[in-house]
């Protein structure tokens, strides 16, 4: 048995390697699984929401979180929600909406909805869950609502969708910046060294706070939701490609002396096969780390951002604006379900952290 493994792992791929040594990272696996679940969670999102994220109700302001049932009175499968009703609140006068645990509302699966474009691209008003029969101000309050009766459900969902899809656009660009620059500057050296590792020391020495302030101000008003969503991941992503560009240059320039360098080059290997066949693989894990560490990073730029009104602005949903609505201690009184949208970013970060340390240790050669 013994000889049948060593077989195999004398004739293994360098990819087939680093999966059998990523197996044997639990927490890495567990982390792996977590972050594909937000991915889903993500990619059908408008499918998963129960209701419109940015419909408004004042009649639904502040509903508690509210808990689906799934078997009816007679003990058979019969998913349902309680109703609203308003009750009025004799110290303020004020009509205040609450459950009404003598009403009940059933859960109709793969029912119609509000519209919206699976993947971008296809039209329709499928959802998983909707209303049979609801009557004004009803509603699948999983999460509760914020105070403008928005399903934070719903909203917790496409605020999902938008930053993680930010982490991931801006973390391809910044990685492409990053080994391309870093590359060229260690190759070729001289001038176009001098020139790349100056750009890379007046971008860190920028301060951030002012910086992004100067930024926010420069994006134009009237821009649509979509051109403030591709603005602010270009801009993160030109900030953020320095630390890998170093990273790549010192690693270049280790292994411009090494035997199988020297050999390449002997033999008659390109310039570009050396780089992308022999030197690239060789820190392959090193780079791994780095984007493991940007992209929890680039996430939390948004959230801070848009947290701080210097990011997304609504009509935009991202965890930032959603964590907008509980940062002030009279919300959190009145409403303290809002500050479930923190725990989603919590996750993510500590599961994308865990990710990279698998995938750093399972591709170091020397591990």
């Known amino acids: 048995m013994a000889q049948i493994d060593s077989e195999k792992y004398a004739v293994a791929t360098q990819l087939q390697l680093t999966w059998w040594r990523f197996r044997r990272h639990k927490l890495a696996m567990i982390s792996m699984v977590v972050l594909a679940l937000f991915y889903l969670l993500a990619a059908f999102a408008d499918f998963l929401a129960t209701q419109d994220p940015h419909a408004t109700d004042a009649r639904t302001s502040y509903i508690a979180p509210q808990p689906i049932m799934l078997f009816d009175d007679d003990g058979s499968f019969r998913p349902h929600v309680y109703g609203i009703r308003g009750v009025r609140d004799m110290r303020t006068f004020k009509l205040v909406y609450t459950v009404d645990p003598n009403r009940k509302v059933y859960i109709d699966f793969f029912g119609r909805g509000y519209e919206y474009k699976l993947f971008g691209l296809f039209r329709t008003d499928i959802h998983l869950m909707t ?33 993680l899809t930010i982490g991931l656009v801006g973390v391809t660009i910044s990685l492409f910046l990053g080994v391309l620059l870093g590359g060229i500057s260690a190759v070729y050296g001289g001038i176009v060294d001098t020139l790349i590792q100056r750009t890379i020391e007046v971008i860190r020495s920028m301060p951030t706070i002012p910086l992004w302030l100067g930024l926010a101000a420069a994006l134009p008003n009237d821009w649509s939701v979509l051109q403030v969503y591709f603005a602010i991941t270009i801009i993160i992503s030109l900030l953020a490609w320095t630390d890998l560009a170093r990273v790549v240059r010192g690693k270049f320039l280790a292994l411009k002396e090494e035997d199988f360098v020297m050999a390449a080059e002997l033999a008659g290997a390109s310039q570009g096969r050396i780089i992308f066949r022999h030197m690239l693989p060789s820190f392959a894990s090193h780079i791994i780390a780095a984007v493991s560490l940007a992209l929890p990073a680039m996430i939390i730029s948004e959230t801070s951002l848009s947290f701080l009104g210097l990011g997304l602005r609504p009509p935009a949903i991202s965890w930032g604006i959603l964590l907008q609505d509980a940062q002030n201690i009279q919300t959190l009184a009145l409403a303290p379900w809002l500050l479930i949208s923190a725990i989603p970013v919590v996750v993510v970060i500590l599961a994308f952290n865990f990710l990279g340390d698998g995938l750093r240790d399972a591709a170091d050669p020397y591990g």
């Open 131 to 163: 209303l049979k029969n609801p009557e004004r101000g009803d509603g699948i309050y999983i999460l509760g609502t914020d105070l403008l009766g928005r399903d934070l459900w719903s909203r917790l969902l496409v605020a999902t969708r938008v930053s």
